[in-house]
């Protein structure tokens, strides 16, 4: 369904980052079919991810406490929250000026994009900016939830290098670390915040 709107996907994204699709080369038959499937893939989790995620919690309901039932319902409407309007900064503001300083850095080469390593990258940076924003409302939750405060960063550390490897435009240690480094001091401040507040 949602690969009939594929092209014109494209299209917006690339506009929206002041791109055209005419600047753009494809380097095999099938690359912007490619592309098509994984924008249509990409939008169909994200628009999908609110139901899955309520029909994991209606299934684990039934197990929880009530005080667990109020920390997960929080998160849930605030990280999704958090989550799209961080997509939204990320596709209108840091992808633009992200795509922008790598051009600018290949000025002795002349640019001759892919279009699907292009998109993929518009994509993975607004994915990675409403992580990036939900991370406090991940730390606060598995604040909550983990009796033991002491372990607290094993739980924490150990989603964020998830998270990090997935929002990574392409396969880096570079960007794999810069990304991991932001959601660490997102996520040290959120630790060091509530501390503060808990008296701890």
């Given at each position: 369904?949602?690969?009939?709107?594929?092209?014109?996907?494209?299209?917006?994204?690339?506009?929206?980052?002041?791109?055209?699709?005419?600047?753009?080369?494809?380097?095999?038959?099938?690359?912007?079919?490619?592309?098509?499937?994984?924008?249509?893939?990409?939008?169909?989790?994200?628009?999908?991810?609110?139901?899955?995620?309520?029909?994991?919690?209606?299934?684990?309901?039934?197990?929880?406490?009530?005080?667990?039932?109020?920390?997960?319902?929080?998160?849930?409407?605030?990280?999704?929250?958090?989550?799209?309007?961080?997509?939204?900064?990320?596709?209108?503001?840091?992808?633009?000026?992200?795509?922008?300083?790598?051009?600018?850095?290949?000025?002795?080469?002349?640019?001759?994009?892919?279009?699907?390593?292009?998109?993929k990258v518009?994509?993975?940076?607004?994915?990675?900016?409403?992580?990036?924003?939900?991370?406090?409302?991940?730390?606060?939750?598995?604040?909550?939830?983990?009796?033991?405060?002491?372990?607290?960063?094993?739980?924490?550390?150990t989603l964020?290098?998830f998270i990090?490897?997935?929002?990574?435009?392409?396969?880096?240690?570079?960007?794999?670390?810069?990304?991991?480094?932001?959601?660490?001091?997102?996520?040290?401040?959120?630790?060091?915040?509530?501390?503060?507040?808990?008296?701890?």
């Open positions: 369904m949602m690969i009939s709107f594929a092209s014109k996907l494209i299209i917006q994204l690339l506009e929206t980052v002041n791109l055209d699709i005419n600047e753009l080369s494809t380097y095999s038959p099938t690359e912007y079919f490619r592309t098509k499937i994984y924008v249509s893939l990409v939008l169909s989790i994200i628009f999908a991810m609110p139901l899955w995620l309520l029909s994991i919690y209606n299934f684990a309901k039934p197990g929880l406490t009530t005080s667990e039932k109020k920390n997960i319902s929080f998160a849930f409407f605030v990280g999704l929250a958090f989550f799209f309007v961080g997509c939204v900064l990320g596709l209108y503001f840091l992808a633009p000026q992200f795509l922008d300083y790598i051009m600018t850095e290949s000025e002795i080469v002349s640019e001759n994009l892919s279009v699907y390593e292009t998109i518009i994509i993975s940076t607004s994915l990675f900016t409403g992580l990036l924003l939900s991370t406090p409302i991940i730390t606060l939750i598995v604040n909550r939830v983990v009796d033991n405060k002491n372990n607290i960063r094993k739980y924490i550390y964020i290098l990090a490897i997935i929002a990574t435009p392409k396969p880096s240690m570079i960007l794999n670390l810069l990304f991991l480094t932001a959601f660490v001091i997102v996520a040290e401040i959120t630790i060091f915040v509530t501390r503060r507040l808990d008296g701890n």
